[in-house]
């Protein structure tokens, strides 16, 4: 057992469950969904991300672009909330919100390709 | 280039973690505290602002509390976000400026840029491995020549002195070992503008090392490499290598020359040495008594050459180990007269100094002549920087290594055939080298020698490969009469041909001329000139084979048809 692939495994799920966390609901229900749990998923999403630096294999390759692309789509998902709330005044209407809940939705496929590459790597390992 | 960024952010790993963390951290404080707003109700600030403030905190902009005024627990957790993101920031800053400096990184950076300043070569370039005082005077001259050359060293030193050079054209150059195959392959092996390999190193094996590689990776390329022993000039040569010049043979056979066949000695001289004073007088030591002092590399390589000429040879060597020094030798130190005067200094007519110490050569000579002063002194020049003491001591001949082989080796780069015509010529009779040498003083009168060569092709001489494509026939004489006049002839001659695998040393002048052939040439400057003119100017060439002057103007050529009907 090794610290660094415990802390990388741990990143790769956490940015999954959190993104699930999040994703989890109904779709256009404000109430469903929490702005922190956005939050914390953006930060592990990018922790992540930053740990699969430098990784030159064709899987470290295929590793840090699900992530980028996971980042991508929950960042641009809190631009629509943050810009919404600026103008718009704090009442969220549907429309917004369940292109928030659904870009967020992209970002978890994301992840759950992430994590599915973790377990290839770690079935495929020679004991 | 993708190397280096995965490598710098593989070393930026931890710091950006960091960075993301505390502001991740202080972005959450600032939401979930409590704030007022201007009206003095209950205020949190978005994530937004929280990102926004935690921005310019960190970075140490500082805008102002916003967007109203903090409460003061808000000022608590500023104070501690404050401290916190700086320090990350500072250490962040510090990190990267680290990995700049890295040796790894730097040494990447520069092959990256090497790399791309090789593949955008578009010119014939030589790749030079090795940068020593040969390198450097080769390079030197290739340089002023318009010749490109690409330089590789693993060591620190004189290659750093490329940096800052006032050469006309800056060679590309890299500290780095050329054994390696993929070093050899940035720096341009297989590049299709590659005119060859210059193996240069001080040490046997890396130089047979260089002539594998560049074998196996690029069997076309013209390979040239330095040799210092007899084993290892085999071996290089073994793998393909074109030329193999080892630097004491050079030297010790051309003294064997100077003695036993002076002709030969001036054709190698004007064909191989210097090129900016020509030699013309021949040293001549008289055949006799020979001391060499010291049976190293040098001493050996000479004993060998002398012995073969039959002169009567005394070896003086200093070190009583040494084994295999030949009967009859003095075991002592040949700094002293006592040594010298049991070598027989009195009746020699010669002293070579070949030890491997400089002082020691020199002060070896300096007694000789105070023993004899009318012997012919020998120095071996070991380094560079002896050169003014060498030539303030007025010694008979020096063997300065570098100068030695940068001349052969640049020769040998203008010129390939040289080396075919020099190893046939090495096997002529006094009298056939008399009789060249004299012709080549008769074409060359009192300038300097130029030798060149040109191929039978379309591209370097189209007229002529016009003429010959139309089946008409070419004599060798024909190419040399003067274009002014195709009475008088061009100041040159052939020295050397060779047709296919076929070689003819100093071709008679009613020999055809072929499509394909290549010729080596002697004489001046203006009798290259006027050789280019012939052979690329198809009015001149008609005229010379002919007579006939044909007008270049289209409307001339057709008054002329008219006038002939």
């Given amino acids: 057992m090794r610290t660094e692939k415990v802390v990388f495994a741990f990143f790769i799920v956490l940015a999954l469950t959190l993104n699930f966390g999040f994703f989890l609901g109904d779709f256009s229900n404000v109430h469903h969904h929490n702005v922190y749990e956005l939050f914390a998923a953006i930060v592990v999403n990018l922790i992540a991300t930053v740990l699969k630096f430098g990784d030159r294999t064709h899987l470290g390759s295929v590793f840090l672009a699900t992530s980028l692309v996971a980042v991508l789509q929950l960042i641009v998902a809190a631009l629509i909330w943050g810009i919404h709330s600026a103008t718009a005044g704090a009442e969220m209407d549907a429309d917004t919100f369940s292109t928030i809940v659904s870009l967020s939705g992209g970002a978890l496929l994301a992840n759950i390709i992430s994590v599915v590459l973790l377990v290839a790597e770690t079935v495929n390992l020679r004991r | 280039m993708s190397n280096l960024i995965y490598l710098l952010l593989r070393r930026l790993r931890a710091p950006l973690i960091t960075l993301i963390l505390v502001y991740a951290v202080s972005m959450l404080g600032y939401v979930l505290i409590p704030g007022e707003d201007n009206n003095r109700d209950l205020y949190y600030m978005t994530f937004f602002e929280a990102f926004y403030f935690v921005s310019f905190m960190g970075t140490t902009i500082g805008f102002g509390e916003i967007p109203y005024e903090f409460t003061q627990p808000q000022r608590y957790w500023t104070l501690i976000c404050l401290y916190a993101t700086v320090i990350t920031w500072l250490y962040g800053i510090g990190s990267l400026l680290s990995v700049f400096q890295d040796p790894a990184f730097r040494q990447q950076t520069k092959l990256n840029s090497f790399r ?49 050079n006032d050469l006309p054209i800056s060679p590309l150059w890299l500290r780095a070992d050329a054994s390696d195959a993929q070093l050899l392959e940035y720096a341009g092996i297989n590049h299709p503008r590659c005119s060859g390999i210059i193996s240069l190193a001080n040490d046997d094996r890396v130089n047979l090392t260089i002539a594998i590689v560049a074998q196996l990776l690029n069997k076309n390329v013209r390979l040239i490499a330095r040799a210092d022993t007899k084993q290892a000039e085999s071996n290089i040569l073994s793998f393909g290598a074109n030329e193999v010049i080892n630097p004491f043979e050079t030297f010790a056979s051309r003294l064997a020359l100077a003695i036993n066949s002076p002709s030969l000695h001036l054709i190698y001289e004007w064909t191989t040495g210097p090129r900016d ?24 390589t000479a004993y060998q050459y002398l012995d073969d000429i039959g002169q009567e040879l005394c070896v003086i060597e200093p070190d009583r180990h040494r084994r295999d020094v030949p009967a009859g030798a003095i075991i002592g130190r040949p700094t002293e007269a006592s040594t010298l005067k049991k070598a027989g200094i009195d009746e020699a007519v010669g002293i070579i100094a070949g030890t491997g110490n400089d002082p020691d050569n020199l002060s070896v000579l300096m007694t000789a002549r105070e023993l004899n002063p009318n012997i012919f002194r020998v120095a071996h020049q070991n380094e560079e920087k002896n050169k003014p003491i060498f030539e303030a001591a007025e010694l008979d001949v020096v063997m300065q290594r570098g100068n030695l082989i940068s001349d052969k080796i640049f020769a040998l780069t203008q010129t390939p055939l040289l080396g075919d015509f020099l190893r046939i010529v090495q ?51 024909d190419l040399l009469r003067l274009p002014d006049n195709r009475e008088k002839r061009i100041e040159a001659f052939m020295l050397f041909l060779k047709r296919g695998e076929g070689n003819v040393i100093l071709p008679e002048n009613n020999r055809l001329v072929h499509i394909g052939d290549r010729f080596l040439m002697c004489g001046t400057k203006k009798a290259h000139h006027n050789v280019q003119i012939m052979t690329r100017n198809a009015q001149y060439l008609e005229y010379g084979l002919t007579g006939d002057l044909k007008p270049d103007s289209l409307v001339w050529r057709k008054i002329m048809a008219k006038l002939a009907r």
């Avoid at chain 2, 004073?277 to 050996?300: A, Q």
Wanted: glycine share 8%.
């Fill in chain 2, 427 to 477: 096997r002529f009779k006094s009298e056939r080298a008399n009789l060249l040498a004299s012709r080549m003083i008769a074409v060359m009168g009192d300038e300097f020698p130029e030798l060149w060569e040109f191929e039978v092709n379309a591209k370097e001489t189209p007229a002529l490969f016009d003429r010959l494509n139309a089946k008409h026939q070419v004599l060798v004489e």
């Fill in chain 2, 277 to 300: 004073r020509r030699v013309d007088e021949v040293y001549l030591p008289k055949k006799g008594r020979w001391i060499i002092c010291g049976f190293g590399n040098f001493g050996r």
């Fill in chain 2, 116 to 164: 791309r300043a090789v593949s955008r070569i578009r010119q014939p370039f030589y790749l030079i491995c090795g940068y020593g005082e040969t390198g450097r005077k080769l390079v030197e001259e290739l340089a002023h020549d318009g010749v490109l050359s690409v330089v590789l060293d693993p060591e620190e030193g004189p290659i750093n002195d490329l940096e800052v």
